[in-house]
Nanobody, 124 residues
Framework: QVQLVESGGGLVQAGGSLRLSCAAS????????MGWFRQAPGKEREFVAA????????YYADSVKGRFTISRDSSKNTVYLQMSSLKPEDTAVYSC?????????????????WGQGTQVTVSS
C-alpha cells in the first residue's frame, strides 16, 4: 500500500502561482509514476501532469503546458506541482495519484493510489 498526502492548495488571484506537494509513504519502492489530476464542480476528473519516478520524465495536459511544472524529490518521496499564470478555469480539487504499473501515465485508470485532494481556487 502507498499513502499520499497533498498540501499547498488555496486561493490565488488570476496570474498568480501556487505549489502543490504530495508526500508518499508506505511501499514507495514500488512506484513507477506519480501524477496530478483535477476535478472541477460538475466536470469529470481530468489529467494534469505526471512524472516517471525513476527517470523523472514529465507528462502534461495541453491545457497546462508552459504554465505548470511537475517535479519529484525521490529522497523525500515527494512530488511537486508548480503552477504559474493561473487562470480561473484552473479552479478545481487537485488530487495526487501513484501507481506501480507501466502504461499510459496520463490515464487515471492506471493509478491505484489516490490522495484526499486539495482545493485550488483562482479568482478573476
Amino acid at each position: 500500500q502507498v499513502q499520499l498526502v497533498e498540501s499547498g492548495g488555496g486561493l490565488v488571484q488570476a496570474g498568480g502561482s501556487l505549489r502543490l506537494s504530495c508526500a508518499a509513504s508506505g511501499r514507495t519502492f514500488s512506484i513507477t509514476f506519480m501524477g496530478w489530476f483535477r476535478q472541477a464542480p460538475g466536470k469529470e476528473r481530468e489529467f494534469v501532469a505526471a512524472i516517471s519516478w525513476i527517470g523523472g520524465s514529465p507528462y502534461y495536459a495541453d491545457s497546462v503546458k508552459g504554465r505548470f511544472t511537475i517535479s519529484r524529490d525521490s529522497s523525500k518521496n515527494t512530488v511537486y506541482l508548480q503552477m504559474s499564470s493561473l487562470k480561473p478555469e484552473d479552479t478545481a480539487v487537485y488530487s495526487c495519484a501513484a501507481t506501480g504499473r507501466w502504461g499510459d501515465a496520463m490515464s487515471g485508470a492506471m493509478y491505484r493510489y489516490w490522495g484526499q485532494g486539495t482545493q485550488v481556487t483562482v479568482s478573476s
